[in-house]
């Protein structure tokens, strides 16, 4: 057996939708998951989880069940696993929660300590602005 000893770093790269339309037509033609890693150049695990993953009963005209690899559910799982994962799932929530914490804040008791703290640290800015104009003395930066 030959081994291959490398130096070089792995790039782990995602399935696509045509690598897992490929995986559906190799398997449903009676290839292993070997062979299908092999014709893929993928691991054999990440062929064998793909397959488990991506795997559906379905029942056949005697109303007998089989599993069987889809494509298309394979993608709608990871889909929707990407979508629920921290940074994705806070693009797609983030904007309507500050939304609603807008209006629930401008709606509570602490407006007024809201508006306060705004003008504090607005001024504060406008001074910073004013002591760096003195000191790099930029001409028309006050105005």
Do not use: W
């Not at 062979?35 to 009963?57: F, N």
């Not at 298309?72 to 629920?84: G, I, N, P």
Request: charged share 20%; with cysteine; glycine share 4%.
């Amino acid at each position: 057996m030959t081994h291959s000893q490398t130096n070089t770093h792995k790039h782990y790269q995602q399935l696509s939708f045509s690598d897992r339309a490929t995986i559906q037509a190799l398997q449903a033609a009676g290839d292993t998951a070997t062979v299908i890693a092999q014709k893929l150049h993928r691991s054999k695990a990440t062929i064998s989880r793909e397959i488990t993953r991506g795997s559906v009963t379905q029942l056949d005209s005697k109303r007998h069940s089989h599993q069987v690899y889809l494509a298309e559910t394979a993608q709608a799982m990871h889909d929707r696993k990407r979508d629920r994962t921290g940074h994705y799932a806070f693009l797609k929530t983030g904007r309507a929660f500050f939304k609603a914490l807008a209006r629930k804040l401008t709606r509570s008791a602490y407006t007024a300590l809201i508006a306060s703290y705004t003008s504090i640290a607005t001024r504060a800015r406008l001074a910073l602005q004013r002591q760096l104009c003195i000191a790099t003395s930029t001409p028309g930066c006050l105005s």
